[in-house]
């Protein structure tokens, strides 16, 4: 298709619209879905030729006319302002998946990159992984034909890390190349972003080329957990720190940082990512329970992570089989009496049950930091209730704490090494500056784990990038709604 100029693009598409017998509020709304930024009035501007729209705007028009016409089988059709890939065509983004399922099946994660240039080839790409390492610092480019001699980028300062931390594709062109940074996703798992090469600028704007590259994105998500299991080659390109064995068993044990349904969230963080050493977590989600537990080893060597551990597996262990949160605590109480008696090793934990239909969270707190509730931005109460001693230690009562939770209220939950590491003065970071910190980072629509990654990162710029003590922080998040900033949304630049 030959390019038209803007005038005779926009009676065609007028006439197509007319055609169609697609009224303008109908229009509006599917342009408005397709990614269009112009309103109502001046959409209607535009059709009557009173107003001019930037080229990508006047193909969105079109698109959202081919779209209706396509759903009535439609002949007469709306004319983009150059050749673009067609709304109804899905033989290249089919093409793609296919591409990607046959190079990685029977193969090692190595050959990722190898599947992932054969799948671009059948939308006109070239595509390059980034992955973010454990520290989530940095964006490291997975070896292959195009990613071999790039540097890694770091995330806070650049427009690949942006377009990871808040999850929006970004577009840009740099010295001369137009790109896409494309999220990687693994269900609502940041793993990374898929830089997007294309040849023409212009092609940066057209929404069916966007959704493609998602499907591909998304799918290679899914294909980077599956496949991580079975070699060394995606942990090595993460991990940019040497780790230590206690770390490394922590590490092995933990469920992925973050998980959804449709009524809740939850996302942690650990930090040193490369020594941690007695802090764990994990969590189970159902249709109508959340399941949660944080649980901190006294110490931070070996032994601290064994009995982190062994914690963790008495926790599951006891959860799995159906038992309520006081067996769960006990499991672990008698697992560390059991095999830990006499070498002072305790843990203190949290224990958590949120009913997702009704938001009735019950809690148990065993000589932990009382978890902080977080609503419509702001700290409005500590859970104090539901306390016991350390576990490991007898205790001859104790009894749940209970809160009714508000939709899109989230849980804080955190371990003594957030607040109580020092900086050069020896000033404690404190409960004030946690929760400072998490007011502010919980603005403007922030993706749940962004949340907790800036809160541990502020942490490390107080002790300087080294931490005296495990620092782990998880965040639940009873909500229908937020779900939606953990899904990318297309044609955002």
Same mark, same amino acid.
């Given at each position: 298709?030959?390019?038209? *100029? ?30 269009? *930024? ?57 093409? $793609? ?28 790409? %070239? ?20 990613? %071999? ?19 929006? &594709? ?68 993460? /991990?940019?720190?040497? /780790? ?10 933990? &469920? ?32 109508? /329970? ?7 080893? =006294? ?19 006891? /959860?799995? @089989? ?12 008698? =697992? ?6 006499? @070498?002072?090793?305790?843990? %203190? ?102 949340? $907790? ?29 937020? @779900? ?10």
């Amino acid at each position: 298709m030959a390019v038209i *100029t803007p005038g005779r693009q926009r009676e065609l598409s007028r006439h197509a619209q007319v055609s169609a017998r697609l009224g303008t509020d109908e229009l509006w709304k599917r342009y408005f879905a397709v990614g269009g *930024t112009a309103g109502a009035l001046e959409l209607d501007a535009y059709l009557n030729g009173a107003l001019d729209l930037p080229p990508e705007q006047r193909d969105r028009v079109a698109l959202a006319i081919n779209e209706h016409i396509d759903a009535l089988a439609g002949k007469v059709r709306a004319p983009y302002s150059r050749p673009l890939r067609s709304a109804g065509d899905q033989d290249a983004a089919l093409a $793609a998946l296919r591409e990607l399922l046959r190079g990685t099946h029977l193969a090692p994660p190595d050959r990722i990159p190898a599947a992932l240039d054969a799948a671009a080839a059948h939308l006109g790409l %070239t595509a390059v992984i980034y992955l973010a390492d454990y520290a989530n610092e940095v964006l490291v480019p997975f070896p292959g034909r195009h990613g %071999t001699d790039r540097a890694p980028m770091t995330i806070d300062a650049t427009l690949a890390g942006r377009a990871y931390r808040h999850l929006r &594709p970004q577009t840009t062109v740099s010295d001369g190349q137009p790109r896409i940074w494309m999220p990687i996703l693994d269900g609502v798992e940041r793993l990374g972003v898929l830089d997007v090469m294309v040849e023409d600028s212009l092609d940066l704007h057209d929404p069916v080329l966007h959704r493609q590259v998602w499907l591909v994105s998304h799918y290679l998500g899914h294909l980077l957990t599956a496949l991580e299991v079975f070699g060394d080659s995606i942990d090595a390109v993460r /991990r940019t720190h040497p /780790r230590s064995i206690e770390a490394e068993l922590v590490w092995s044990l933990l &469920p992925p940082l973050t998980a959804g349904t449709d009524k809740v969230l939850l996302s942690g963080r650990l930090e040193p990512s490369h020594d941690v050493g007695g802090d764990v977590f994990d969590y189970s989600l159902s249709p109508t /329970r959340a399941h949660f537990a944080v649980v901190d080893a =006294t110490g931070h060597d070996l032994r601290a992570g064994m009995a982190a551990a062994v914690s963790l597996a008495a926790y599951r262990n006891a /959860r799995r @089989q159906g038992h309520g949160l006081f067996a769960q605590a006990e499991a672990v109480h008698g =697992t560390l009496a059991e095999h830990f008696g006499g @070498q002072y090793v305790f843990a %203190t934990g949290v224990f958590g049950e949120l009913d997702l239909d009704s938001g009735r969270l019950r809690y148990f707190v065993p000589g932990h930091p009382a978890p902080l509730l977080l609503r419509r931005g702001k700290v409005v109460k500590t859970l104090d209730q539901g306390r016991r001693s350390l576990l490991g230690l007898d205790v001859s009562s104790a009894a749940l704490g209970e809160e009714r939770l508000e939709a899109g209220d989230i849980v804080v939950i955190y371990t003594d090494g957030i607040t109580e590491a020092r900086d050069a003065r020896r000033q404690f970071f404190g409960t004030a500056r946690l929760i400072d910190t998490i007011e502010r980072a919980a603005g403007d629509a922030t993706p749940l784990p962004e949340i $907790a990654r800036t809160v541990l990162q502020d942490l490390l710029r107080h002790q300087k990038g080294v931490l005296q003590d495990d620092a782990t922080l998880v965040l639940v998040q009873w909500t229908t709604e937020a @779900q939606a900033d953990l899904d990318p949304t297309l044609l955002q630049g």
